[in-house]
């Protein structure tokens, strides 16, 4: 079998808005197309215009290569080393950053080839029984000011869990780079949303925290930190900015709340500095970003071998949810992966993309069983969000 083509689908949603921390809001879906007929799915959670001029653009040497030219013609049934070839025919471009992004949308579609090929789900690629997986609900609150997003969030917080979800995520953006709808607040009104959630889910409903980078150091994170303590959050994620490794090592023997990071990393090899340098508690690998399914694994490796936990990032669509669900159901140090339920999420992207919505039964994700990542494409919505049609 041999790939012939690469469909890139640029998505956005009409009325997206800048002001939104949300990257739900667009998306980069890509097809790989065989000789035989069968068709491969991936996606990645980047700027999507970038990530796919990364696999479109041409190369002229052996170590500047576009990803296209190189996967034109290759064996799609084995992502690894369609992976290595990648990776090592780009490298002088790639490495990191969008390349790595556009890549693992590759890897992603080239696993639901080998899947679709062989009748197995991916999780069965991944050499697992398929483990139980439990989704949280991640909650991004509407409104313009501190009171309309603590309303919101413990609404959301109170719907979601009265439809099972066993554990939710607090999106408490409201300061620092990548605030929420623009709010610039005190952390003493972080703190106090999050007291009221606690308050209105009870003791016995497991919290996160998301604070995406608010603090400007690791002191400053420490002593917001002390104050979150009571309420009980299973992580708290982004305290400070990503390349502050020494400043993630201070919080992890200070802080009293596990910290969980990752979400930008592009390959394992940064997840190593994460979890030895920063030494990391939660380690966060985004499918896509990471370099999809091949990288995925080996972040679990890493974490497996250090006693951490994986809770991988999702904030795309259903693509991207199955492809967690399977990585969740290959390793045993992965509690939960995020989710964004399509009845609370703003993107049509999220509710529309994909034909069928995932089944949850006692707070417990059904797996996708059908061969590869199991799922379809709804053609009328990845024709009706084309951002350059
Ligand atoms: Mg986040």
């Known amino acids: 079998m041999k790939i012939i083509r690469i469909d890139c ?54 170590m500047g290569l576009g990803l296209e030219e190189m996967l034109i013609g290759c064996d799609p049934l084995d992502p690894e080393a369609a992976w290595q070839r990648l990776y090592s025919g780009s490298k002088m471009t790639g490495r990191r950053g969008a390349v790595i992004c556009a890549l693992g949308a590759l890897d992603m579609a080239l696993w639901d080839l080998w899947g679709k090929a062989t009748g197995k789900p991916i999780y069965q690629l991944l050499g697992a029984s398929g483990r139980p997986v439990v989704p949280y609900a991640s909650l991004l609150p509407a409104g313009d000011t501190v009171a309309e997003q603590r309303a ?15 554990a939710a995520k607090l999106e408490v953006c409201i300061n620092g780079p990548y605030s929420h709808n623009g709010l610039q607040a005190d952390d003493a009104e972080g703190v106090e949303m999050v007291a009221a959630c606690r308050r209105a889910v009870g003791d016995d409903f497991t919290l996160m925290v998301d604070v995406a980078y608010a603090w400007p150091s690791a002191e400053h994170a420490l002593q917001v930190l002390e104050q979150l303590a009571p309420y009980n959050l299973f992580f708290v994620e982004t305290p400070i900015d990503i390349d502050d490794l020494a400043g993630h090592a201070y919080l992890h023997e200070h802080s009293p709340i596990p910290i969980a990071a990752g979400e930008w990393q592009n390959t394992h090899w940064e997840f190593l500095d994460l979890a030895d340098r920063g030494k990391v508690d939660v380690l966060q690998p985004d499918v896509g970003r990471v370099g999809g399914f091949t990288e995925a694994r080996r972040v679990c490796r890493i974490a497996e071998e250090r006693n951490r936990l994986v809770v991988p990032h999702c904030w795309k669509s259903a693509i991207g949810i199955a492809a967690s669900a399977h990585v969740a159901a290959s390793t045993t140090v992965c509690p939960y992966i995020e989710f964004l339920p399509a009845a609370l999420s703003e993107s049509a992207l999220r509710r529309e993309l994909v034909e069928q919505e995932f089944e949850i039964v006692d707070g417990v994700l059904k797996l996708p069983e059908a061969p590869g990542l199991g799922i379809e494409l709804n053609r009328k919505a990845l024709a009706g969000f084309a951002a350059d049609p």
């Open 9 to 62: 689908h640029v998505l956005l949603i009409p009325n997206y808005d800048a002001r939104a921390c949300s990257s739900a809001q667009d998306d980069l879906v890509v097809e790989v197309h065989t000789d035989e007929g069968l068709t491969g799915i991936g996606e990645t959670d980047t700027n999507p215009w970038v990530a796919r001029e990364c696999i479109r653009a041409r190369g002229t040497h052996c």
């Open 152 to 166: 919101s969030l413990v609404e959301k917080c109170q719907r979601v869990q009265a439809m099972g979800f066993r």
